[in-house]
């Protein structure tokens, strides 16, 4: 059995959703889809806030590039569900706060930038957009 992508832990009524991929935090299929998955969650739930982690020094390093290079019909789709992501956290009705301890690069960023506020560990994460 595979691990997965979000885990959910609630402290209180806070729900914090831990990304972990294994690798750099890639948004791809799978991650987009754990992610609102998360999401739609912890809304059925009723928590009074998120909190959107990484795992292990990391946040996330963009859209998935080997998706990319399945041509266009797949990079278009790919970057459709990460426009859904990316406003679904921007429209969540409750407070979503990222706490970054990693690289937040290209579609990174902009999945950093669509929360309520942003925590970084002090000299443990970049920003950086192409």
């Given at each position: ?9 609630n402290d209180d ?118």
């Amino acid at each position: 059995m595979s691990k997965p992508l979000v885990t959910i832990e609630n402290d209180d009524n806070v729900t914090i959703l831990h990304w972990d991929d294994g690798k750099a935090n890639v948004l791809g299929y799978p991650g987009i889809a754990a992610l609102l998955e998360a999401l739609d969650e912890v809304e059925a739930a009723g928590a009074d806030a998120v909190v959107l982690s990484g795992q292990a020094g990391k946040y996330c390093a963009g859209f998935d590039l080997a998706v990319m290079k399945e041509g266009n019909e797949a990079a278009r789709g790919m970057l459709a569900r990460g426009v859904d992501l990316f406003m679904r956290l921007y429209l969540f009705p409750r407070p979503v706060v990222t706490a970054c301890t990693g690289h937040a690069i290209a579609a990174g960023a902009i999945l950093l930038m669509c929360t309520d506020l942003r925590v970084g560990a002090q000299g443990k994460f970049k920003i950086g957009l192409p």
